[in-house]
């Protein structure tokens, strides 16, 4: 049986305005195995970063239940903080501090003695690619070594699980594409991370499993795979070597094939599923029928985002 980073239970979330109580959060359950990305998505105002301040003990949920880390998060809150690391939207990291300083006060809150926090904070500085401008003030830094300095700020108590709410916002696709392969290393070495994103190329590349959060409910979990696979637009493009088996083709599976006979392609609707795969192939084998070459295309998560919560597609970048 696979072990738990987090486990939530109906989780629920409520703030009060002018107009009366506001459902952010409308009990939620998530499983999250440790060793994975998971990653939350969501438009802004779904319920994401709530999410996360409530399991990172930040603030308290109005209802459900929650296992973080193998803590209970209402009895034993203490205990989750020891045992997660946080990296938010908006770097923590002390401009007016050079990135040794900024990590040897991470040590010393983390209650290090002074050589182990000297020997943590050299173990990181090479670890983020920021031995160079270890001396240096943050103030200096671009964009991405702050975020990935703040990442190792986050690492300096050793964490299995880590909140990364959406933390490659505002970087260039360079800086974002090194924070990728950071996480990746992490994964690789056990840790748990739960990402935030509204970059859902980001979820795409990293995540083993993806959670769809709209007006404070899930609407829709899975890999990346099976959530494209939920909408339409998915087919099989087929490469014959001539027309005649294009032709032949196209009688057998009907007017829902498009031909294209310059390129001398077929396109047919389907899932892109193995079992799809595997009856089209039989089928074209039985009429005697042979192809070239065949691929599967199936929808991006633009599109399940775009599908399932109604949103414009240029909001999910």
Do not use: C
């Amino acid at each position: 049986m696979t072990n738990l980073a987090i486990s939530v239970n109906g989780l629920r979330k409520s703030y009060r305005d002018k107009t009366g109580d506001k459902v952010v959060l409308d009990g939620i359950d998530l499983a999250v195995p440790e060793g994975t990305v998971f990653s939350l998505l969501g438009p802004n105002g779904a319920g994401k970063t709530t999410t996360v301040q409530i399991l990172s003990t930040l603030i308290p949920a109005d209802g459900g239940t929650a296992l973080v880390a193998g803590h209970d998060l209402a009895r034993d809150p203490d205990d989750v903080r020891g045992a997660i690391g946080v990296t938010g939207q908006y770097s923590a990291v002390d401009k007016l501090l050079t990135g040794e300083e900024n990590l040897l006060l991470m040590a010393d809150l983390n209650h290090l003695t002074r050589d182990d926090g000297k020997r943590r904070a050299a173990e990181l500085l090479e670890r983020f690619d920021l031995v160079d401008a270890a001396r240096k003030t943050a103030a200096t830094y671009s964009g991405g070594m702050q975020r990935r300095l703040d990442l190792a700020m986050t690492l300096v108590g050793d964490p299995r699980l880590i909140f990364l709410d959406e933390p490659t916002t505002g970087l260039d696709p360079r800086s974002r594409r090194s924070m990728w392969q950071i996480v990746r290393e992490l994964v690789a070495g056990g840790v748990t991370i739960f990402l935030t994103t509204q970059y859902l190329e980001e979820a795409d590349e990293l995540a083993d499993h993806i959670a769809l959060l709209d007006h404070g409910r899930l609407i829709a979990e899975g890999t990346a795979e099976e959530l494209k696979r939920r909408i339409s637009g998915g087919h099989i493009e087929l490469t014959f070597a001539e027309t005649h088996p294009l032709d032949a083709a196209r009688h057998l599976l009907g007017d829902a094939a498009a031909a294209d006979p310059e390129a001398l392609t077929l396109q047919v609707p389907s899932d892109g599923g193995v079992r799809a795969i595997r009856e089209l192939l039989a089928l074209l084998d039985e009429h005697s029928i042979d192809i070239t070459a065949m691929s599967v295309h199936t929808p991006d998560l633009d599109d399940v985002f775009l599908t399932l919560t109604g949103q414009q597609k240029e909001t999910t970048r």
